[in-house]
């Protein structure tokens, strides 16, 4: 029997998977390799931290996360890079004699007499999930190429770079293109922003200049600056990767990219290319699917919140709205209730534009306006599937709003987002579409405002003295300014000295109450829906992001940037 069959039966037997999820995924393991233990948390059957500490119970051996650790170069150089990826494993420590290796699979002891008769050394085994050693592979034994390195093997002599737009022609532009310089500047840009963990990465010409930025945890960083005349050069570069026209210069175009990063990582770039007047701005959004968070647990909510959110989601019918501005991640908390929804009984579809992440089991459609596939055309289609649940991926107009309505109130979960401020001026946006008062009131459970918070850098935050005056004009009750600590991030090499690390969503949460539905169907304002709401329980975005600030997640500048005072 292989290991990775007893690896399924045991979880099986544990009943950390079901018999058919556990099929399923060794299906997908003969079609697409990779172990199963890689198939399972891919296909969000079992989460990794759950895969890592069974395996470390089932081995007695200890577990590591990889991404909480960093490895010295003296170790890495300890194993090369072909023995890494052959066996799945990463040198992590050494000790004396002993070197501590982290294993997706401590039973290898082929791998183990391998590593000892390289090293000289004794091995001692830690477990990680695969999806870590492939991170850590990627992040340490990757060539660390900078971008003065690359510049440096611009020759002038060498590199045909055009200069006049009237000279420019296909040929031209593809044989530019083809230079070895340009493609592993690239190279470089694209997996220097995966390194960084950008979401988007900018590449703008203009007159004298072009500039590369990264936008990271919502903040755009300028990384560098090629030369100008490079920049044809460069977007025809990226223009043939994402298989576009590059002779066409006068018209938005949008492709795709996608990069295998190791055996099983892929990592696809959404790429728009849009013409300015020095040339053409190209904008390359970064679609990690191992990054996306689906455990609702993890995405920022307080435990009261959650449970209200909870309850709603798994009302049989009705409409919930997540309602914010682009980026604050609304797109992340609907694919996690898609996730929590998604069993064998359940027929779930979606209309997205565009689809983001593929979700095993999920009926996902891409629109397309220009053949007439839009949000309200897909939403009527979806009614004669045979819908459970379906997810609007926007309600821009009185004709989605009138569609999704109706299905809530006929026996369907509708989940969708809307772009405003927050969750009481969400009634006042359907009632301006021109939706009746008492259908708002009737097919509305939930309304859920969200924003996206920079969170602390854990390695270097640190305790600074604010006045009093301050969080009190920020929302703190006078009573508890005594005690309340606030944080700042110093910035070290972790952070990028930025004093921030990630991102975690803030929430409010506005289930609808019978007195909520009494005040919409007697025409209340908004401002008289959020007194009550409040008064009922639901805590403002601002509130929340003060919690979040007690605790030291985030910093008083985030606050005060991200959430407007109530």
């Not at 233990?37 to 069974?54: C, H, P, S, V």
Request: aromatic letters at 6%; proline letters at 4%; hydrophobic letters at 40%.
């Amino acid at each position: 029997m292989s290991s990775g069959a007893r690896l399924g039966e045991l979880l099986v037997r544990e009943r950390l998977i079901t018999p058919l999820q556990l099929q399923q995924a060794v299906e997908e393991q003969r079609s697409g390799g990779g172990r199963l233990g890689y198939q399972l948390t891919k296909m969000g059957f079992i989460e990794e931290n759950e895969l890592t500490a069974f395996l470390s119970k089932q081995y007695g051996v200890p577990s590591i996360d990889l991404n909480e650790f960093d490895i010295e170069p003296e170790i890495i150089k300890l194993i090369p890079k072909e023995v890494v990826l052959k066996h799945q494993v990463i040198p992590v420590n050494r000790t004396g004699s002993t070197l501590i290796v982290a294993m997706a699979d401590p039973s290898n002891i082929f791998a183990i007499d391998d590593i000892k008769f390289l090293t000289g050394y004794n091995v001692e085994v830690v477990v990680a999930s695969e999806q870590a050693i492939e991170g850590a592979v990627e992040k340490y034994y990757t060539s660390n190429v900078t971008f003065d390195d690359v510049m440096l093997d611009f020759d002038e002599d060498d590199v045909d770079v055009i200069d006049a737009e009237e000279d420019m022609n296909e040929l031209d532009l593809e044989k530019s293109a083809g230079d070895a310089p340009v493609i592993k500047l690239v190279n470089l840009i694209l997996l220097d922003a995966i390194r960084k963990g950008a979401s988007d990465i900018h590449v703008e010409p203009f007159e004298k200049q072009l500039r590369v930025r990264y936008r990271i945890d919502g903040m755009l960083y300028e990384v560098m600056k090629p030369p100008v005349k490079l920049k044809h050069a460069i977007t025809s570069r990226i223009k043939i990767m994402s298989q576009l026209d590059i002779a066409e210069r006068r018209l938005p175009q949008d492709g795709r990219i996608k990069l295998k990063m190791g055996r099983n990582k892929e990592m696809d770039f959404r790429v728009s290319v849009l013409p300015v007047i020095w040339g053409e701005k190209i904008v390359l959004r970064l679609l990690d699917k191992s990054n996306l968070q689906l455990d609702m647990t993890k995405l920022g909510f307080e435990e009261k919140t959650l449970e209200s959110f909870k309850v709603s989601i798994h009302q049989p019918y009705g409409m919930i709205l997540i309602t914010g501005p682009t980026g604050s991640g609304k797109t992340t908390t609907l694919y996690s209730v898609l996730s929590e929804l998604n069993t064998t009984e359940t027929n779930i579809s979606t209309a997205e534009d565009p689809v983001e992440y593929n979700l095993f089991g999920i009926n996902q459609v891409q629109m397309h306006d220009d053949i007439g596939l839009n949000f309200s055309s897909s939403l009527r289609s979806f009614l004669r599937q045979d819908p459970d649940i379906i997810l609007v991926g926007e309600i821009r107009d009185f004709e989605t709003a009138e569609i999704g309505i109706k299905a809530a109130l006929t026996g369907h979960l509708v989940l969708s987002t809307l772009h405003t401020n927050d969750a009481p001026s969400s009634v006042s946006r359907l009632l301006n579409m021109g939706i009746e008062p008492f259908l708002v009131a009737s097919a509305v459970i939930l309304i859920g405002a969200q924003r996206l918070l920079r969170k602390l850098c854990v390695e270097c935050r640190e305790p600074v003295e604010v006045p009093r005056q301050v969080l009190i004009d920020l929302g703190v009750h006078p009573d508890e300014v005594e005690d309340f600590v606030v944080q700042r991030g110093a910035g070290c090499r972790v952070c990028n000295n930025t004093g921030y690390k990630g991102r975690i969503a803030v929430y409010e949460i506005m289930a609808m109450s019978e007195e909520l539905r009494e005040f919409v169907l007697n025409g209340a304002s908004t401002l008289e829906l959020k007194r009550e709401a409040i008064r009922q329980g639901m805590k403002s975005l601002r509130m929340s992001a003060v919690t979040k600030l007690s605790e030291g997640t985030t910093t008083l500048d985030e606050v005060s940037r991200v959430t407007a005072a109530d």
